[in-house]
């Protein structure tokens, strides 16, 4: 899983905000996180992963939109 956090101002002038916890599929493919479409609008993002697939040692995070 994963936390996101946002902000629409860097450096921030506070603590990030908050927007939501998350689950990855296990896929190489495209995912959507229909959650986020509810946040604030924001500029920056933050993410902080709190558990990966088996051994592996890098992200395959490579894209956000």
Known sequence: ????????????????TFLGNFTAQR?????????????????YLRFEFLTHWEQEYYCTLSQIR
Do not use: A
Request: no cysteine.
């Open 1 to 16: 899983g994963m936390q996101v956090f946002g902000s629409s101002k860097y450096p921030l002038p506070g603590p990030w």
């Open 27 to 43: 896929s190489q493919q495209e995912q959507d996180f229909e959650e986020l479409t509810h946040s604030p609008l924001v500029r």
